[in-house]
């Protein structure tokens, strides 16, 4: 069983900084594409940023410059720093990960979500 537990989310004011962790646990073999999504009352669940197994990354034009991906590959751990935050940055951010049980089996997986919400 593969679970992906999050961390790291709370209230803050505007131009302030939070730093998410999401840490996947269970049999996993390998791990390859890590990222964070977010949902907003009333909205869509949408990408704010990926990082492939190799390193590369992308970001949500409304992010770039703000908030940085990384990973932690030997803690199966991706991180989401988020700096500058904006009022319009509240949201429920979800990890998500594709995870390799075994060399032939991947399947994609989701953390629980934690609340990020910035005001003053």
């Known amino acids: 069983q593969v679970q992906l537990v999050e961390s790291g989310g709370g209230l803050v004011q505007p131009g302030g900084s939070l730093r998410l962790s999401c840490a996947a646990s269970g049999s996993i073999f390998s791990i390859n594409n890590m990222g964070w999504y977010r949902q907003a009352p009333g909205k869509q669940r949408e990408l704010v940023a990926r990082i492939r197994s190799g390193g590369s990354t992308n970001y949500a034009d409304s992010v770039k410059g703000r908030f940085t991906i990384s990973r932690d590959n030997a803690k199966n751990t991706v991180y989401l720093q988020m700096n500058s935050l904006k009022p319009e940055d509240t949201a429920v951010y979800y990890c998500?990960?594709?995870?390799?049980?075994?060399?032939?089996?991947?399947?994609?997986?989701w953390g629980q979500g934690t609340q990020v919400t910035v005001s003053s």
């Open positions: 998500n990960a594709d995870i390799r049980i075994t060399l032939r089996t991947m399947d994609n997986y």
